[in-house]
């Protein structure tokens, strides 16, 4: 009877651990990124941002494009091995959910956001040049690309020509996509002390 | 509606004969002793505060806080760093104000800074300062030069060309305020290195 009891406590002990440690960041995310998806609300507050939402008036998008990524299709297992193939570093933060990714090479860092499932849904990067030749260059192959990809920018401002960017600080190109259910916003910024490229998407529900 | 009172008032009427700007002002803006009161916009020949007045001060300022927020409900922390979600607990020390009073004191910075009076009286009716101590108002925080690039390039020039400033090419023709009258104070590297890496 008492080894029974014991038994009984130490089942419901485990239970109750294993349930505390599946919430403990680095075993969601290694748990997301094996395709365990679980439950939409993490109890200890390790549960991802609310989903982006979009204008739902706006037409949707062909494509989800973001740095040779696909929102909404991207998992994080692709993302690890683009990792490895790039030798570029990632920090995972939140819980497996948000990784950041250093590209020293390129004066580039990136930053994954992934859903509860360890889908890609947005990507943030910035890179920082010294002339404006090169942030302009990146500027309008990204703004080539999208466009290629999902269409005309729905909003764009400024010019992003090098002569414009170096004309003086804070000079700024910007070139926006909007749709239902996607976002991009890429910007070419003088700062004074070079030259910055920064890139949003965002995937929208 | 008075957003901004400028608390010296005898200084109006030399502003009203120079055209400052701001109607709806009770007191209108002056000259102030801010490091951008000698800077010249491209459309007007005057600094940025005599430019565009307490009215679109106050509109930037506001935006900025929206979108500092709209950016923390959407990316968290992953650009702007992790200074915005300190703000009013205390832990560093220069965190301290809470989310209002925070706001009121860049206001009074923002418009000391381009060339407005020391002293503002904000849109809450309290009395704010404008000269600052960056380096301590930064202490603490290990704000990085990619968080201030995101945040200014990002947050400060969106909200300044949304609310009006002129962005062109540059001179009287297509003018550029952004950049001459905005531009060198937060670009100025002595001015970036009293906020990174606090």
Redesign the interface.
Same mark, same amino acid.
């Given at each position: 009877m008492k080894r029974a009891a014991r038994w009984g406590l130490a089942a419901a002990s485990a239970v109750v651990l294993l349930g505390l440690v599946i919430h403990v960041p680095p075993i969601r995310g290694w748990l997301a990124a094996h395709g365990h998806h679980g439950g939409d609300s993490c109890p200890f507050g390790y549960g991802t $941002?609310?989903r982006?939402r979009g204008d739902p008036t706006a037409p949707h998008a062909h494509a989800r494009p973001a740095l040779g990524f696909a929102l909404g299709t991207t998992t994080a297992a692709e993302i690890a091995r683009w990792a490895t193939d790039h030798a570029t570093t990632c920090r995972a933060k %939140?819980g497996g959910t948000?990784l950041?990714c250093a590209d020293p090479s390129a004066s580039t860092?990136i930053?994954l956001?992934l859903d509860e499932q360890g889908v890609l849904e947005?990507v943030?990067a @910035?890179r %920082?040049e010294p002339t404006a030749a090169m942030i302009s260059d990146a500027f309008v192959q990204r703004q080539a690309e999208l466009t290629a990809q999902v269409g005309a920018p729905t909003r764009h =401002? &400024?010019?992003s020509a090098p002569n $414009?960017l170096t004309?003086?600080?804070? *000079?700024?190109a #910007?070139v926006e996509y909007r749709f239902s259910d996607y976002h991009a916003l890429v *910007?070419a @910024?003088n #700062? &004074? =002390?070079g030259y910055?490229l +920064?890139e949003?998407y +965002?995937r929208l529900d | 509606m008075h957003l901004i009172s400028d608390r010296i008032v005898f200084i109006t009427g030399l502003c009203a004969a120079a055209g400052c700007g701001t109607d709806d002002m009770k007191a209108a803006p002056q000259m102030g002793t801010g490091p951008g009161a000698s800077l010249r916009c491209d459309s007007s020949g005057k600094n940025a505060w005599e430019t565009y007045g307490a009215d679109a001060f106050v509109a930037v300022n506001k935006s900025i806080f929206n979108a500092v927020g709209t950016e923390l409900g959407a990316n968290g922390d992953s650009n702007v760093g992790g200074s915005f979600a300190l703000i009013g607990t205390g832990n560093p020390p220069a965190t301290r104000d809470p989310a209002p009073t925070f706001e009121g004191k860049l206001a009074a910075f923002l418009v000391y800074a381009y060339g407005g009076p020391t002293e503002i009286t904000y849109t809450d009716g309290l009395t704010y300062q404008g000269e600052q101590d960056m380096t301590i108002a930064h202490t603490g925080l290990g704000i990085t030069s990619s968080q201030y690039d995101y945040f200014i390039g990002n947050i400060v020039v969106p909200a300044l060309t949304g609310n009006g400033v002129a962005h062109g090419m540059g001179g009287s023709a297509d003018p550029d305020d952004v950049a001459s009258c905005f531009a060198p104070i937060v670009t100025d590297p002595t001015f970036k290195a009293s906020i990174v890496g606090k």
């Open positions: $941002a609310a982006h %939140r948000f950041e860092s930053w956001q947005a943030q @910035t %920082r =401002d &400024g010019s $414009a004309g003086a600080a804070l *000079r700024q #910007m *910007r @910024t #700062m &004074g =002390d910055v +920064t949003e +965002t | -």
